[in-house]
C-alpha cells in the first residue's frame, strides 16, 4: 500500500494535490504533525488535518511528531484522523495511550525513531494496527534512507510471524523507486513517500509505479 505525504505538497494547492491522491492508486493519505519541541520542525496543525479530512476520499493516516501526545489525540481523531500514530520516545505511558486511541474508535499506531529497536514494542504489538518504521530522523522530508531499516523491517516481520499480532508494518523517509521493492520484501505492508511523489512530473503515475512494486 502507499500513503503519500502531504508534507511534501504545495500547501497553496492542497486540494488540487489532495484531489491527485484521490484519483491516484494510493491508499491512504500520510498527514504528518510537527511540533519543534519532539522534532526540529514545524509542520501544520489540527485545521490542516480536518481541510484535508474535507476533500481526501482515502483514510487518513496521521503521524504525531509530538511531545505528549495524548493532549491531542481527541483532537485529531475529531479533525478525521483514520490512524492515529504515537511516537514511542514520546509517550511515558504508551498502552494507555494505545488504549485511549481505541476508545476514540481510531486505529492506534506507534512510530520508531531510528535508533529505537523494534524489540521495545514486544509487549504491545498485538493492542496495535500498526508499527512506523521511521527510515530517516523525524522532522524533514527529501532526506536520505537509511539503509539499516531493512534489517529493522525483517526483524519486526519476523516478531509478527511468531506472535498472535496482526499489525501493518509502514515505512515512512526516503522511499523511491529503487527502495520501494525490496522494503516490501522485507515485510513493510505501507510505504509514505512525500518527495519521490510530489517532486515528480507526473506524481499519479509514480504513485502507480510504487505500488507496483510493492505487489
Ligand atoms: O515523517 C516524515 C518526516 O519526518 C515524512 O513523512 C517523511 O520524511 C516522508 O518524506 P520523504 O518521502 O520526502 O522522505
Known amino acids: ?10 500547501f497553496a ?3 488540487r494535490d489532495l484531489e491527485m491522491i484521490n484519483r491516484s492508486e494510493a491508499d491512504y493519505v500520510h498527514v504528518d504533525i510537527m511540533d519543534g519541541l519532539f ?15 474535507r476533500h481526501a476520499t482515502k483514510p487518513l493516516d496521521v503521524h504525531l511528531m509530538i511531545v505528549d501526545p495524548d493532549r491531542y489525540l481527541e483532537a485529531f481523531r475529531t479533525a478525521g484522523a483514520h490512524i492515529l500514530t504515537v511516537h514511542y520516545e514520546a509517550c511515558t505511558h504508551l498502552h494507555r495511550t494505545v488504549q485511549r486511541i481505541r476508545e476514540l474508535g481510531a486505529r492506534p499506531g506507534v512510530a ?4 529505537t529497536p523494534v524489540e521495545v514494542l514486544s509487549e504491545i504489538l498485538p493492542d496495535l494496527a500498526l508499527v512506523l518504521v521511521m527510515s530517516v530522523n523525524p522532522g524533514f522530508g527529501g532526506q536520505k534512507f537509511i539503509e539499516n531499516t531493512y534489517r529493522k523491517v525483517e526483524r519486526l516481520a519476523a516478531l509478527r510471524q511468531a506472535s498472535e499480532a496482526d499489525f501493518l508494518i509502514e515505512i515512512d523517509g526516503g ?41
Not at 39 to 53: L, Y
Not at 112 to 115: E, Y
Not at 179 to 204: R, Y
Open 1 to 10: 500500500m502507499i500513503a503519500p505525504s502531504i508534507l511534501a505538497a504545495d
Open 13 to 15: 494547492n492542497l486540494q
Open 39 to 53: 522534532v526540529p520542525n514545524i509542520s501544520f496543525g489540527i485545521p490542516v488535518c480536518e481541510a484535508a479530512h
Open 112 to 115: 520508531l525513531n531510528p535508533h
Open 175 to 215: 522511499v523511491n523507486a529503487q527502495n520501494a521493492a525490496l522494503l516490501s520484501q522485507a515485510g513493510a505492508d505501507v510505504l509514505v513517500a512525500g518527495n519521490f511523489v510530489f517532486s515528480a512530473p507526473d506524481p499519479e503515475a509514480t504513485i502507480a509505479d510504487l505500488k507496483k512494486k510493492t505487489r
